[in-house]
């Protein structure tokens, strides 16, 4: 069973940026092959951006996250590794 992990906001122009900065980070996994998930925060439906908490994929963030969120909210992705932790 997979389950979320290293989560980061990673502020970009495009998914593909966002995705690029986040593999730059050099996050080791336990999984051998994690799947990376990535959001737009605008894109997520129902996120209220001034809320304290938020689910967004398989993940709420709370209110540090979502401080960071504000920061740039259009710019703001969401990303995590979805990792079977239990078989590596």
Known sequence: MRHPTNTRVIFAA???EAREKYLRLG???KDKSPV???FKITGVED???SAEFNFVG???VGPSVMET???DPE????LYYMEDITNN
Do not use: N
């Not at 710019?75 to 969401?78: E, G, L, N, P, R």
């Open 14 to 16: 495009s998914t593909e």
């Open 27 to 29: 996050i080791e996994t």
């Open 36 to 38: 990376l998930e990535c």
């Open 47 to 49: 996120f209220d951006v």
């Open 58 to 60: 398989e993940i709420s």
């Open 69 to 71: 969120i504000r920061q």
């Open 75 to 78: 710019k703001a992705y969401v």
